[in-house]
């Protein structure tokens, strides 16, 4: 009996579950099409690149949902329950309140477990795509990743520093370079070269048309002038100067490659370290939701779908907004990084907790 009725409410959340993503997603959907049909238009592109960017940002559009439509269908689903006797019954065969919303919990857990999957496999390509499609396409913007840089400096391995006046990731190319090598703490080669081209063949640096000063202790350094260098700088473009980060472009994995990559040169990587735990922390959001929905309807005890259907619009994104400026709080080191990930998913709990002890039904 108990297995039925277990699974008789975890059934009961999926419906409305599925209904409020859809609705939601054509919310965001409606959005986007009024604040970038202009654009389109301007370009002249067509209907079809605008429904390539559509279905480009359908899984960034189920990932930014899904909480909202698990905080719905626990509305509907707990709200049903009440209105119906069924939450009465439930009480009358000897289940505690709780027990009735285990089975949403679970529900909300498995819809936070498919949102991970897809945040950490389709969706961060497909939303590149559709940046490509926005800014390189429709507003003409070659380098909106922001790979063309100008005047950097670089390590590029143990002891051995890059200055580039301009670096092209997207070509893979370096003008007016300087590199300088150094051992036990002395320099020992200096390069100065017009330009420098990655060779994917060999995966080396090849330098043109510049000086190389060797440095031998207290002795005059010797000069050669070359036409073309092959080094032994093997450290890939990619890993030199890294794109613009685009947080929902990116996996958590790519995240932590990214991060490697900048402690490596010893940059500055708060935004990262905030991201990561933002990512790790979003599928939480779903039992959060879940608990808040729960607290809302047994303190209520009102069965309104419209005003509940409201109430997940209104509270979801209000939620959003929270979970953006804890990141930005984050990324302003005004928080540590784990708390300003995890901490609107934990507030959110802990207040949802409070609320379901008030309704007594923990």
């Not at 997603?25 to 390539?52: E, P, Q, T, V, Y």
């Not at 009465?88 to 919303?101: V, Y």
């Not at 440095?215 to 050669?224: A, I, L, M, Q, V």
Request: aromatic share 14%; net charge positive; charged share 20%.
């Amino acid at each position: 009996m108990n297995k039925i009725f277990f699974r008789y409410i975890a059934r009961s959340f999926w419906a409305p579950f599925g209904f409020g993503l859809c609705v939601f997603c054509l919310l965001l959907i409606f959005g986007s099409l009024f604040d970038k049909l202009n654009f389109f238009m301007k370009s002249g592109s067509g209907a079809g690149l605008f429904a390539r960017y559509i279905i480009y940002q359908a899984p960034y559009f189920i990932i930014k949902m899904t909480p909202m439509a698990t905080l719905l269908a626990v509305l509907f689903t707990l709200g049903g329950m009440i209105a119906n006797g069924e939450w009465k019954a439930g009480l009358a065969g000897g289940w505690r309140p709780f027990d009735m919303i285990k089975p949403l919990l679970v529900c909300a857990l498995l819809a936070g477990l498919g949102q991970f999957i897809l945040q950490e496999t389709a969706a961060p390509d497909l939303y590149m795509r559709s940046e490509y499609l926005f800014e390189g396409k429709m507003r003409g913007r070659d380098d909106w990743q922001r790979l063309v840089k100008k005047d950097v400096s670089f390590s590029a391995g143990n002891e051995v520093f890059v200055t580039a006046h301009l670096f092209n990731g997207q070509l893979k190319t370096m003008e007016k370079v300087i590199v300088s090598i150094y051992k036990e703490g002395r320099l020992s080669l200096e390069i100065n070269a017009a330009a420098a081209d990655w060779q994917p063949g060999v995966n080396r640096w090849a330098f043109s048309d510049g000086v190389m000063i060797k440095y031998d202790g207290d002795r005059k350094p010797s000069t050669k002038r070359f036409t073309r260098y092959q080094s032994a700088i093997s450290v890939r473009p990619e890993n030199l100067v890294l794109e613009k980060l685009v947080p929902d472009g990116i996996s958590t994995l790519d995240v932590l490659r990214r991060l490697r990559r900048l402690e490596a040169v010893g940059a500055p990587a708060v935004a990262e370290r905030t991201l990561l735990w933002v990512k790790l922390a979003a599928p939480l959001a779903n039992p959060a939701m879940a608990l808040i929905g729960a607290a809302m309807v047994l303190l209520a005890r009102k069965n309104n779908r419209f005003f509940s259907f409201g109430l997940a619009v209104g509270f979801g994104f209000f939620f959003w907004a929270v979970v953006i400026m804890a990141q930005e709080v984050g990324n302003a080191e005004l928080l540590p990084a784990f708390i300003a990930g995890l901490g609107p998913a934990g507030l959110f709990a802990l207040v949802s907790l409070w609320g379901l002890r008030r309704a007594r039904a923990i």
